[in-house]
């Protein structure tokens, strides 16, 4: 058999092989002595080849073995799904018998009540049209006699008598209606009532459901495709329609370009999990859930023919994968000129952002016209408030009701459609600033830039409760503020402003404690404008040019902005948006909004 000639010497066909350099040899190649000197495995080459052809059978019968055993699975779930619809089919039909069963019992039950109603029926009408029958009788004789006498004077007395008896008579016929229209009378008409229950039955649950196994787990619809930013943490929820089980779920996060890691799963009890992760890079990555292999129970036949349960592999659950949007930190938009949108004479400046109910985001413009945008930058409309109105700064109640600072007036709370519902501190603000509604303890806080103090006022009649801090630089004093912020504790977090620092108070004022200070450098301040705190409860902070968070007690986490974004003399803020967290800066120093994921 012909194994080919050498490449050098091409009159010889090649008879050796190398295993070891991999190179196949004739009988005169000097290369082939060199591999017998240094005692190389060399075989004839016609060996080497049945090696080779060997272990491409041994691979070809590995394949073999098992696309049989693929084959085989694959029968074995086919005879495991024919069985399941077996199952499927008699416990629906188990269901459908128990409940035409139940109400089979329930219907004889009432007609058999109807049949005892009958049974009944002809001896109590027949006492009724007695009594009636011999009633008439009475009333026919009564009448006889009463004609008999009716011209005869000297049967005065005889006629009172029959009047008395007639009017007994009609009294206890009137009495026998009575008794005929009570709740209580034995002889009311049969009426037969619906019962609701069964309806709900069927309306909730009917007979039942058929799941698969990943049906039976499912993903919150919200979140099956969400938006966060860069190493924010977020949390996918799944419930399970079995209240009472307990099954180990798993996850697997897995970035575009194969980046992977192990999300935490925890059961919360009454079927629901929660799932919390987060992601290091921006891009697209995708949460796949399954119920793992050992909780994965699927039915198949025994040597008898009977099902039993087997292991099966683990599967994703509805909803899976999710898909999970990851944005960039840091100016994602900016709104241009707010002058630009009002187009008359005066000046018109930004002063703070807030978003409404409706999704919108109202702007003030320290005038007595406000902006409407949406939340992509566009432009919605514009909404005039009373003549003479300077909203600064804004709170929207969980009711749907604005409270707002008028510059150098008071504080207004209006519906959502700017209607006036009330105002606080007429006879005591001077210029009220910054704003903040404890809505627990229902009460107004509010900075006074010149007063250089926090009133407190009752954010249902009105009336003051008194005031935090005071002048000056120390602890618990204060230089010119512009705002104020409530944490989940009930403490008070002011911007400190010409103090240069963020003072957080407890809500009785008397305990105070600088948590930040000082300084041009990142996790420092140097004139605080605003103070918003986020529903993780940290701290975002407006300074001059900067833009910082912080967590609750005052700790450095990063800075939101870049020096060259523009940024200069923010004021107001609000969060618009948490999945991705996105917040919304009143610029006023260049007069635009900028948005910020952070």
Request: with cysteine.
């Amino acid at each position: 058999m012909s194994t080919g000639c050498c490449s050098t010497h091409s009159e010889n066909n090649l008879q050796f092989f190398c295993s070891d350099c991999q190179t196949p040899a004739c009988k005169d190649c000097e290369h082939i002595h060199e591999c017998y000197q240094n005692q190389h495995d060399v075989v004839p080459i016609q060996l080497q080849t049945e090696q080779n052809a060997m272990k491409l059978i041994k691979i070809a019968e590995e394949v073999k073995r098992k696309l049989e055993e693929s084959l085989d699975s694959i029968v074995a779930n086919q005879n495991q799904f024919e069985t399941h619809l077996k199952l499927c089919r008699c416990a629906i039909d188990m269901r459908e018998k128990e409940i035409i069963r139940k109400v089979k019992e329930k219907s004889r039950e009432l007609k058999s009540h109807l049949d005892e109603l009958d049974k009944n029926k002809d001896e109590a009408f027949k006492k009724q049209l007695e009594d009636l029958d011999f009633k008439k009788i009475q009333i026919d004789s009564l009448k006889a006699s009463v004609k008999s006498i009716m011209n005869k004077a000297e049967e005065k007395d005889n006629l009172e008598k029959l009047k008395k008896k007639i009017i007994d008579i009609k009294d206890k016929l009137l009495a026998a209606d009575i008794e005929k229209c009570s709740p209580h009378s034995k002889h009311v008409i049969p009426t037969f009532i619906t019962s609701a229950h069964l309806n709900k039955l069927m309306d909730t649950e009917g007979i039942g459901n058929i799941v698969t196994v990943d049906e039976r787990f499912n993903v919150a619809k919200n979140d099956r495709s969400i938006t966060v930013t860069k190493g924010q943490q977020f949390v996918v929820d799944v419930s399970c329609l079995i209240k009472d089980e307990e099954c180990k779920l798993a996850a697997t996060l897995t970035s575009s370009s194969g980046e992977e890691s192990r999300p935490h799963v925890k059961y919360q009890g009454n079927g629901d999990y929660r799932i919390t992760s987060r992601c290091t890079m921006e891009g697209d990555w995708q949460m796949k859930i399954t119920l793992a292999d050992k909780y994965v129970r699927r039915s198949s036949l025994n040597a008898k023919g009977s099902p039993v349960n087997v292991k099966g592999s683990p599967v994703n659950v509805k909803g899976s994968p999710v898909n999970v949007k990851v944005e960039k930190l840091g100016l994602v938009r900016t709104i241009g000129k707010i002058s630009d949108y009002i187009k008359d004479v005066g000046l018109h400046w930004v002063s703070d952002v807030m978003l409404e109910t409706n999704g919108c985001m109202l702007v003030s413009t320290m005038s007595d016209q406000m902006l409407r945008f949406d939340q992509s930058g566009r432009f919605v409309d514009k909404l005039l408030m009373p003549q003479r109105t300077e909203p600064i700064r804004m709170h929207k109640m969980s009711n749907g009701n604005i409270v707002y600072s008028d510059f150098k007036k008071c504080v207004v709370m209006c519906d959502e459609k700017l209607n006036t519902i009330s105002t606080f501190g007429e006879d005591t603000l001077q210029n009220p600033c910054g704003l903040d509604v404890d809505e627990v303890m229902r009460v107004l806080y509010v900075v006074d830039e010149n007063k250089q103090c926090v009133f407190k006022f009752n954010i249902d009649d009105g009336s003051m409760l008194g005031n935090i801090g005071s002048e000056g630089n120390k602890l618990r004093e204060l230089k010119h503020p512009n705002d104020v912020a409530i944490t989940k504790e009930g403490n008070i977090v002011v911007a400190d402003t010409k103090n240069n620092r963020i003072q957080i108070f407890k809500a009785d004022g008397q305990k105070a404690k600088v948590i930040i200070g000082h300084g041009e450098e990142d996790g420092k301040v140097v004139h605080p404008t605003c103070v918003t705190v986020d529903v993780d409860e940290n701290l975002i902070i407006s300074s001059q040019h900067k833009l910082q968070l912080f967590d609750k007690n005052g700790v450095f986490m990063r800075r939101i902005d870049e020096k060259e974004e523009g940024l200069q003399l923010p004021l107001g803020s609000s969060v618009i948006s948490y999945r991705p967290k996105r917040l919304a800066v009143a610029n006023n120093g260049t007069n635009n909004i900028k948005f910020f994921n952070y």
